[in-house]
C-alpha cells in the first residue's frame, strides 16, 4: 500500500506551507457518511472535498438507470476541482462508498487562493491528469478483460486508499463499479474466494488476501498504479526551494491546528451524511 501522508491527504501535503495557508483558513473539516451523494451529474458543483480518509466513487449514469463507476479518489485526491475552470456543472455524480472525513472548501474561495498561488494551479493539473489517466485506464480494462480480473482491479485500488484488509463495500457497491448486476457479483466473489484472493466476505464487508488478490487482477491494476503515482509524485507539484507541511511537522500541525479553531468558532464539525443518499 501506498505510504499515508502525515498532513492527510496527499495533493495538500504537496504544497509549500504558504500555499497551503491560502487554504486552511477556509477549510471545514466534514464527514463523510458511506452512500451519500456528494454532488449528482448535471447540477451544479457547490463544494470542494479533500478526502482525509474514505473513499469517493465517480458514477456515469446512463439514460437506462444503470450506472457504472469510472475512477475513485481517496487520500490521494479530491472531488470537485472542475470548478476551477469556471462554473460547471458536474460531468458524473459523485458518491462516498467508505466512509471518512474530508476538508471542503468552496468553489469561490478555492478559486481565490488559485489566483494567488502557482504551486496550487499545478496541483490542481496534477489532479486532473491523474483523473484522466484513472479514466482512460478504466475504459480500456472495460473492453479487454474479465469481469474476474476487474473486479479484483477495483478491490485493489479501494484497498490502496483504506486501512486494513477488510474493506467496508456493499454488493450494490462493487456491482456499480463494474457495471453489472449483483447476482454476477455473487459468482464473481464466489470464483475469487476459491482461489484464496477473498477470504470472506459479509453483509458490507469483503476481507481480502492482498497478494493472491493482486494475482487475480489484470496487468491493468500495476500500470494505473505507476502511471498516477508518477503524476502525483510528479516534481511538478513543489517549485524548487518550497518547504512544504510534508517536510516540516511542526508547520503543518500549526496549519491544521489553526483550520480545527476556525472550524470551532464556527459550529464544530460538519457532517456530509445521508441526507443526499439515495443513488
Not at 458518491?95 to 499545478?122: C, D, W
Request: net charge positive; aromatic share 4%; glycine share 8%.
Amino acid at each position: 500500500m501506498e505510504q499515508k501522508t502525515r498532513v492527510g491527504n496527499r495533493l495538500l501535503a504537496a504544497l509549500p506551507t504558504a500555499d497551503l495557508d491560502l487554504l486552511v483558513r477556509h477549510f471545514r473539516l466534514v464527514e463523510l457518511q458511506r452512500d451519500t451523494v456528494l454532488v449528482r451529474s448535471g447540477d451544479p458543483i457547490q463544494r470542494i472535498f479533500f478526502p482525509l480518509s474514505g473513499l469517493i466513487a465517480f458514477i456515469m449514469d446512463m439514460p437506462s438507470g444503470q450506472t457504472v463507476a469510472t475512477a475513485v479518489v481517496g487520500n490521494d485526491g479530491a472531488a470537485g476541482v472542475l470548478t476551477t475552470l469556471g462554473p460547471s456543472r458536474s460531468p458524473m455524480t459523485a458518491v462516498v462508498r467508505v466512509a471518512g472525513t474530508a476538508l471542503q472548501i468552496s468553489p469561490a474561495q478555492f478559486q481565490a487562493a488559485l489566483e494567488r498561488s502557482s504551486a496550487l494551479r499545478g496541483t490542481v493539473q496534477t489532479l486532473n491528469r491523474a483523473l484522466m489517466a484513472q479514466f482512460q485506464h478504466v475504459a480500456a480494462c472495460n473492453a479487454l478483460h474479465s469481469v474476474e480480473a476487474r473486479l479484483a482491479r477495483w478491490l485493489l485500488h479501494v484497498h490502496d486508499r483504506v486501512d486494513g484488509d477488510v474493506l467496508p463495500l456493499t454488493q450494490e457497491t462493487l456491482a456499480e463499479f463494474l457495471g453489472v448486476r449483483r447476482t454476477t457479483v455473487t459468482q464473481v466473489i464466489s470464483k475469487l474466494r476459491d482461489s484464496g484472493a477473498v477470504r470472506s466476505n459479509g453483509r458490507g464487508s469483503i476481507e481480502i488476501d492482498r497478494p493472491r488478490l493482486e494475482a487475480a487482477a489484470c496487468e491493468c491494476y500495476q500500470l494505473m498504479r505507476r502511471r498516477i503515482g508518477r503524476i502525483v509524485l510528479s516534481d511538478e507539484m513543489t517549485p524548487p526551494g518550497h518547504a512544504r507541511p510534508a517536510d516540516n511537522p511542526r508547520g503543518q500541525a500549526s496549519l491544521f491546528a489553526k483550520a480545527d479553531e476556525i472550524h470551532r468558532r464556527t459550529g464544530g464539525q460538519g457532517m456530509i451524511g445521508p441526507r443526499a443518499r439515495g443513488h
